[in-house]
């Protein structure tokens, strides 16, 4: 006996054997874990040691790069290697492991290793980023003493050139007393001839009352190879000429000409830890046995969000300072430093 079926159930019996012939494609991205997981979601970017990846069912994750060894995406984004190169396509992933980025212009098809991708999306450039540390002291009692220190670091990044600034100001006071007051300020130019390669011009100013400086003006050009520029790690070494001119109170004024080779370095020890140390040498061309150095070394941690907490120490050496002025400099900060 055949069953009678009402108009509305002929429809939807319809509407499902539609469903079956043309199934609507579900666009997501694939991540291949190296324990087998496989991760559908949507990749966002991938810096440092995490890739990020968002969904419809879940909050935004975090993935350890070194994990993955598989990537699949369903639109372009923009690979950044860590030797430089930049591509912008679809990822995909074979079933023998290959991964493969399907460029969007020209049609190329280029063979990858997921452990050399340094980041995916990555953020624009020809953007200022940087952090502003505040330090302060204040005691009374036995003791009376007072201080301050503010420190300023930014720099801009585009894919031909380098601008960073840098200033610190300290001032203390211990029974009324002024015993520290100083002032340095930096600015660097660097041109990238090539993606490590570039050259540089530099400008650095210091102010110190208890060194007898007025002002300590160096200036020069120099070269320099970014050795690493990963957002785990960074090294960058410059060798140049500087033109040094003292403004003394008390001393004859003096200038002279001396090289300059400098090493700058940053290391991401953990998320939350970061380690950064740029050292500056300055041997003297008139006598080999006359130099000065400078010296910051620098640990953060973070707070969350943009805050950290920033322990750093500046060493200055000179080893011809004007009469009655100690040879080694060393100043400690301890503040709250937030990054932009």
Known sequence: MLQKFSASTIFLFFITGLGALFPLKAYADEIIM??????????TNLTGDYLSLTSDYSEPIKLMASKIIGIT?????EIQMKDGEVFKG?????????IVVEQVAGGNRIVIDVKNISMINPPPVSQWSGSVVAAG?????????????LGVDAARRSDNDRFSVHF???ISEEKDTLSSRSFYGSLKYDYFFTKKFYGYLGVE???DKFKDLNLRTIVGPGVGYQVWDEPRKSLALEAGLT???????????????SARLAANYRYKISETIMFT???????????????????EAAISTSLGSAWSMKLANILEYDNAPANGIKKTDSNFLLGLQYAF
């Not at 995406?73 to 984004?77: A, F, G, L, M, S």
């Not at 679809?90 to 290959?98: F, M, S």
């Open 277 to 295: 140390n740029n050292f500056v040498l300055y041997p003297s061309l008139e006598n080999s046995s006359d130099f000065s150095l400078r010296n």
């Open 90 to 98: 679809n990822l995909k992933t074979g079933a023998d492991g290959v």
């Open 168 to 170: 610190l100001y300290d």
């Open 243 to 257: 033109y040094f001119s003292e403004d003394l109170k008390v001393a004859n004024d003096k200038s002279w000409i």
């Open 34 to 43: 190296d324990n087998g997981v496989h991760i559908m979601g949507t990749v």
């Open 137 to 149: 002291n204040y005691q009374t009692g036995n003791t009376d003493r007072s201080a301050f220190r």
């Open 205 to 207: 100013l210091l102010n």
């Open 73 to 77: 995406t369903d639109r372009p984004v």
